[in-house]
């Protein structure tokens, strides 16, 4: 059975830092892409970070880019998030989402989508 | 840009069935999508993969209630025989080059 479980969410300062992790179980860690969701308050899902099997790629989406860091280590089974210069608006619930697969080349060909997702850890900013 | 267009909310009855939309922009018409359910407090759970010429493949253990179509640009999620547990938030995603999109949900809501 697959499962993630996400841990690290707190309440945080603006400017702060805070690392989010997702424990995953169930299949064959170092073979599936990865990605981190998140859900602001009366929001919906916003992408936020992807991570290929080796770790050797990796995406952000604009609104992160240079603040937040994704990483894994496929010994553990774990995939991280890094999150730096925390404002207001990255106030979220944060998911932790696998792939069918992990893109060759670069190519997310037919793995693009997330097939199993985890409960979510709360990341709160505010002064 | 790459946008999923998707209605705030529906509602329909128990025991009926519903059809939600999402729309893709002009210019991605042969973008599949996937669909995705949130119930309240809970994470995420994946739906259905659903290609521009209508094949797809659902995720694990999700029922035959549930099925997809597409025309278009617009991509549809199908329930059937509602449930109460079908009370959800639902979003499409799509995928650009190097980028992930969602669409902005719809709230379900089983009367």
């Known amino acids: 059975e697959v499962q993630l479980l996400e841990s690290g969410g707190d309440l945080v300062q603006p400017g702060g830092s805070l690392r989010l992790s997702c424990a995953a179980s169930?299949?064959?860690?170092?073979?599936?892409?990865m990605s981190w969701v998140r859900r602001a308050p009366g929001k919906g899902l916003e992408w936020v970070s992807s991570?290929?099997?080796?770790?050797?790629?990796?995406y952000y989406a604009d609104s992160v880019k240079g603040r937040f860091t994704i990483s894994r280590d496929n010994s553990k089974n774990t995939v991280d998030l890094q999150m730096n210069s925390l404002r207001a608006e990255d106030t979220a619930v944060y998911y932790c989402?696998?792939?069918?697969?992990?893109?060759?080349?670069?190519?997310?060909?037919?793995?693009?989508?997330?097939?199993?997702w985890g409960q979510g850890t709360l990341v709160s900013v505010s002064s | 840009q790459l946008v999923l267009t998707q209605s705030p909310s529906a509602s329909a009855s128990l025991g009926a069935s519903v059809k939600l939309t999402c729309t893709l922009s002009?210019?991605?018409?042969?973008?599949?999508i996937a669909w995705h359910q949130q119930q309240p407090e809970k994470g995420p759970r994946f739906l259905i993969k659903?290609?521009?010429?209508?094949?797809?493949n659902k995720g694990d253990g999700i029922p035959d209630r549930f099925s997809g179509a597409s025309s278009g640009t617009e991509r549809y999620l199908s329930i059937s025989s509602l449930q109460s547990e079908d009370e959800a938030d639902y979003f499409c995603?799509?995928?650009?080059?190097?980028?992930?999109?969602f669409g902005g949900g719809t709230k379900l809501t089983v009367l």
């Open positions: 002009s210019g991605h018409i042969n973008y599949a």
């Open positions: 169930g299949f064959s860690f170092n073979n599936f892409g």
């Open positions: 659903l290609n521009s010429d209508g094949s797809h």
């Open positions: 995603q799509t995928y650009g080059p190097d980028i992930w999109v």
């Open positions: 989402a696998k792939h069918p697969g992990t893109p060759r080349n670069n190519l997310w060909s037919g793995i693009w989508y997330s097939d199993y």
């Open positions: 991570i290929s099997g080796s770790g050797a790629d990796t």
